[in-house]
Every structure is written in C-alpha cells, then in structure tokens.
C-alpha cells in the first residue's frame, strides 16, 4: 500500500470520464426522458380533454333527442286531433245528408198519403151517388146537386 | 506463473498481490502502477462508450431493451441524486453516474477467477505480474475520492465564495465568537481530512480483503481434491456475498460523492 504516480493517472482518467460523461452521455438520453415524459403529459392531457368532449357531445345529443322527441309527441297529438275532428265532421254532414233524406222521404210520403185519399174520396163519393140513384130509382142529375154533392164530400 | 520459481503459499499471495509497477523517475513515488491504469481505463471506456452508444440513438419514442436498460440506470441514479441534492443536476448526476459504473465495473473485476485471468495473462500478454482489481489499489480508491473531495472545495468556494469558504472553516459548527475559531478550524480539519480517507479506505478496504478471502480459498483448493472441492464450494458462497458487497459498495460510494458535493453546496 503505497502511493504513487498510479493516483494522478487514475485521477486524470476519473476526470475525463466524468467530463465525457458530463458533455456526451448525459444530456442526450436526459432530453429524450424529458420530451417523452411531456408527450405522455400531453397524451394524458389530450386523453382528459377527449373524455370531456366526449361526455358534452353525450349530453347535447340526450338533449337533441329529448326535442325530437317531443316534437314527435306534439306531431301525434295533434294528428290525433286532426283525425278526430275529422270522424266527427264526416258524422255530422252524415247525420246532416240522413235527416235530409228522411225528411224528403217524409214529404213524398205525405203527398202520396193525400193524393191517395184524394183518390178514395172521389172513388166513395162516386159509390155514394151510385148508391144514392139505386136507392132513388132515378137519376140524380150531378148538375142540380151539384152542391149537396160536394157538401158530402167535404163530409167524408 | 513462472515455472522455474517453486510454488508456496507465500510466493502464490505475493505473486497475485503484486503490481506491474513502471518506474518513471527516483523515489518510490514515481512508479506507476500499470495495471490498475490500464485496468480501470479500459473499463471506463467500455463503459462510457456503450453509454454514449447507446445514448446517441436514443429515441423520446419507444424505446428498445438497450435503452430502457441504460435509462432504468439513469433514473436510478437520477432519483438517488434528487433526494439529496436540491440543485440542478447537470454536473451532480452524471458524476455520480460515472463514479458509480466505474466503480462497479472496477469491483466487479474481483469475480473473475485469479488464476485462470493469470494465466491468459502470462501465456498470452506475458505478463507475469498484473492485478486486475483496480479498486483493490488504494491508488485509484485515493484518486477517486481525492478528485471528489477537491470538487467539494470547488463547489464550496464556487457557491459561497472564498470569502464565505473561510468564514464556514472558522465559524462553523459551533459559532462565530473568536474564542472558537480554534476549535472550528480544528473540527474542520478533521472533517475534511477524515472525509476523503474514510471515503477511499472503505473501498479499498472491501474490496482488498475480498480479494485476500479469494486468494485464500484458492489457496486451499491447491492443496489438496478435498481441499478443492470445499475451497470450491466456499468459493462460490463468497462469490455470491460478494456480490452484494461489489455493488453495495459502488452505491455506498456513489451515495457519499453526492453527499459530499451536495454538502459544499450547503451554507451554514
């Protein structure tokens, strides 16, 4: 265990090879650490920024449907009532159109009912003047009673 | 191993605890010790050089297995300098990186098994004498934690200014009053001289007896089939404990570096 000149050159070689380590060897491997841990920072940032993109669009698109949904209820109900309105506008010209009919109906009947009677009232009152002539044994001259005539039927 | 000399125990410790020594001058401490040099230069360039390989393509993409590994160890170190060393790190860290491959590659040198190493060593190199435990030298153990210590006076003078240095040497721990300058200066004498020493010797200390218990087994493995058989078996026990003890001591080494930076950057 002696020292010697062995402890400068070791010196020496320690100081070069910390100064290459220094210059050389440190800084580029340290530097590429660096940039990657920023990358993965801004991956991470960028990765948080998407999430929250993501949920905004999530929520606006719940929010769309919501409005179209409810556009479409609107759109049905009002449909509804359209065709509702519809039926009770297609009953009433319905009931209208019927009522017309049966009360033109009515009204021909009624004519038919009088013409008829009409009908009979002359057909009895030709009966009653034939029957009256039988009973007479002569004939009855329409002419003179003409008046007692109409007097009956006007009776009948 | 030279065949004409005779093998005893002693000739074997000696032998693998001997230097390959250059002298460039008078006195002993002209001498260089070629290979805890050669050693630890080597490996801190193969280590650095694969760090900067595999730096100078890296991507802030996906990275691939070789530079998540590189990166697993810059974080590591990264974290241990940030928890105490408030600062920027552009100097701290990558010290503290250095010091401790280096270091653990240098320790690490002790798993290599000595005698197979000495023999490459001599029929290929023809090297008779080579240790190949760097840190097990307390030549390079001083040169590393005298180079931290003299960065720690840098950083303190560089950070307080020189007035504000000797103002903390004469007035700190125990207060600013005359009567205590003395006591201060003494007090931080001691740190500062116990600071490196205690720096170095732990390693050099770990790693030496670590060295001195392989040598030993090997030793007892050499005299006889039982003796190889436990030598083995205890060898790799100690293989697996030092382990632990290679990189613990690397960390230990690493974590006071930045303690001590981080300390001169701290005023009082």
Redesign the interface.
């Given at each position: 265990?002696?020292?010697?000149?062995?402890?400068?050159?070791?010196?020496v070689?320690?100081?070069l090879?910390?100064l290459?380590?220094?210059k050389?060897?440190?800084?580029?491997?340290?530097?590429?650490?660096e940039?990657?841990q920023k990358?993965i920072a801004d991956g991470l940032a960028a990765g948080e920024e998407g999430k929250q993109q993501l949920e905004a669009s999530g929520k606006r698109a719940n929010e769309e449907l919501g409005k179209a949904r409810a556009r479409a209820a609107e759109i049905i109900a009002h449909a509804e009532k359209r065709g509702l309105q519809m039926i009770e506008e297609a009953k009433s010209s319905a009931k209208a159109e019927g009522d017309r009919l049966i009360a033109g109906a009515k009204s021909e009947i009624q004519q038919e009912v009088s013409s008829a009677k009409e009908v009979l009232r002359e057909q009895v009152a030709a009966l009653v003047v034939g029957g009256a002539e039988k009973i007479l044994q002569r004939e009855v001259n329409a002419q003179t009673h003409a008046e007692l005539l109409n007097q009956l039927k006007r009776e009948l | 191993m030279a065949a004409e000399q005779e093998l005893t125990a002693t000739s074997y410790i000696q032998h693998h605890l001997s230097f390959k020594a250059q002298s460039f001058g008078d006195g002993s401490f002209w001498t260089l010790y070629v290979d805890s040099l050669v050693t630890g230069a080597v490996l801190g360039i193969v280590a650095t050089a694969l760090m900067w390989w595999v730096v100078r393509g890296a991507t802030s993409g996906v990275p691939n297995k070789r530079q998540a590994f590189v990166e697993l160890l810059f974080g590591f170190i990264d974290d241990q300098v940030k928890g105490i060393f408030h600062g920027k790190r552009d100097f701290v860290a990558p010290t503290a990186l250095t010091v401790f491959v280096w270091v653990l590659l240098m320790n690490a040198m002790d798993f290599l098994p000595v005698d197979i190493v000495a023999w490459i060593l001599t029929h290929v190199f023809h090297q008779h004498e080579f240790r190949i435990v760097p840190t097990a030298d307390v030549n390079t153990t001083f040169a590393l934690s005298l180079s931290v210590w003299l960065l720690m006076i840098y950083f303190s003078i560089a950070v307080k200014g020189l007035r504000g240095f000797i103002h903390e040497l004469f007035c700190a721990p125990f207060g600013g009053n005359p009567i205590l300058w003395p006591f201060n200066f003494l007090f931080n004498l001691v740190e500062y001289v116990s600071k490196p020493l205690s720096h170095s010797l732990r390693l050099y200390g770990n790693m030496y007896a670590g060295e001195i218990i392989f040598l030993l087994l090997w030793l007892w493995a050499a005299t006889s089939l039982s003796g190889a058989f436990f030598g083995a078996i205890l060898g790799v026990g100690w293989s697996i404990f030092h382990i632990l003890i290679v990189v613990l001591q690397a960390y230990i080494f690493m974590m006071l570096t930045i303690v001590y930076i981080s300390m001169a950057h701290e005023s009082h």
């Open positions: 265990m002696n020292i010697n000149l062995t402890l400068i050159a070791q010196a070689s320690f100081a090879f910390i290459f380590t220094v050389f060897v440190w800084p580029p491997l340290m530097k590429a650490i940039e990657r990358q | -």
